[in-house]
Every structure is written in C-alpha cells, then in structure tokens.
C-alpha cells in the first residue's frame, strides 16, 4: 500500500505535530529500511509569490528559498488517470517521515480509515523525485535518501 508514487487520500489525517485533523492527500516518494516512509503531504492552498507564473511541474526559486511541485487541476498524474480538482502544491520543505507500522495502526481499514487514489506515473514520480532531490532547499538527509 505504502509504496513510492501512491497517492493515498484520509477522510481524517491526524498530524504529527498536533494540529487539528483533517482531510488530507498523502504521497509516499520513498519507502524506506526500519519501516519509514518519506511522504509528501499535498496542499490545495498556493504559499508562492503572485508574479511566478504557476505551470505543472518543478518550481525552484532559490533566493526565496522556495522549492514545489505543481500539480495543475485536470491533469492526469496516475496511472490510472486519475487527477487533483484543483491546483495542487508539493513544498519541498514540507517532505517528512513516517513509521509504516503507526500508520497501518492508526489507519487498519482500507475504504474506511483511508483510500488508495492511484499510483503516479512513472514519469511524474521521477519528476517529483528529481525537483526534491536537486533542491537547495530540501533538507539534505531528505536529498540522500531521494537519489538512492
């Protein structure tokens, strides 16, 4: 389930940090030794400065320290087709890690506590995988991890 590119949607997230939980997308880009998981948690909301022009695909500004992915809304990104409804948002300095084992706990049921949406592409899981992992501002352990 928890496999690189699968996108995986939670009726009710629950954060690592406590915040209040919601619904959330979820994407695994690497699966890791010693049951971790690096994820990336997809926002709907744009944090990027108004004059960039937003095009699908890796977004770099270095002196904003600003590395993202952008999904465009309609554009298939899963094998199976499958696409966001609305514009879509990766921020590399959001990628985190998780323990498979607390989420196959926390989430047991699939269709219930969570959805598998689809599988990305292998084209945009290499494209995400490249935009992160030549980040300059992607935590470096992050980038290791991303060109194993």
Request: aromatic share 14%; net charge negative; with cysteine.
């Amino acid at each position: 389930m928890y496999h690189a590119g699968s996108i995986i949607y939670f009726p009710i997230f629950y954060f690592k940090n406590g915040a209040k939980s919601k619904a959330k997308y979820f994407l695994a880009l690497k699966e890791m030794e010693a049951d971790l998981l690096l994820v990336s948690l997809p926002s709907s909301i744009d944090h990027l400065p108004r004059f960039i022009e937003q095009v699908h695909g890796c977004l770099e500004i270095p002196e904003g320290n600003i590395c993202c992915y952008i999904f465009k809304a309609g554009q298939a990104i899963c094998e199976n087709a499958w696409s966001f409804e609305r514009d879509t948002y990766l921020y590399g300095e959001y990628l985190d890690q998780y323990e498979i084992s607390l989420l196959n706990d926390i989430y047991p049921t699939e269709n219930i506590d969570f959805e598998i949406i689809g599988t990305l592409t292998e084209k945009e899981l290499t494209a995400v995988t490249v935009c992160f992992a030549n980040s300059a501002s992607v935590k470096q352990k992050y980038k290791r991890l991303l060109i194993k």
